[in-house]
């Protein structure tokens, strides 16, 4: 029993890991997680990730999203649009182009849904959503101000952030 417990123990490590493996990342580590809660109800729970043992934009890194509720992608473009008006130097012009960049990553999801968004330091922020193909854009700012939304001074989800990046 013992060995089938170990056997079984192994095997799930390895899915995971392999699970995590994308675009370089080998084992990720985990610096954060937290819950995004509207009003009472929970939106989805959000872990970020990277092979380092800090956050840092020099490094690859990515944010995990496992949602708690069914959010339809015109929801989630229009907060993002408001976030991204919370944000330093962005100008209307920037948000405009940008949600054309929305409208291509963002899809609509269901209760239980995965997704994941991930930093290339190299300006390009790729979108995986479970059972599609990832969608890859190479515009800096753009992913930067996306990351922003979570991990930026400006968010409208301080506490949220402190967890994400373990300030508290």
Known sequence: MKKFLTLLLLISN????????RDGFSLPTLIGEGLLK?????????????????????KKFMLEFEYKRKVKKNDTIESSLKEFQRQVNITEKDIDDWQVYLEQVIQSVQQETKATVEWDPQGKITFHYEGNAPITIENEDFAKAFFNIWLGEETSQPELRSQLLALK
């Not at 390895?14 to 493996?21: G, L, Q, R, T």
């Not at 380092?52 to 020099?58: C, G, I």
């Open 38 to 58: 509207v009003l009472w109800w929970e939106v989805y729970d959000v872990r970020l990730l990277t092979d380092e043992t800090s956050f840092s934009w020099k």
């Open 14 to 21: 390895i899915m995971i890991a392999n699970e995590s493996k």
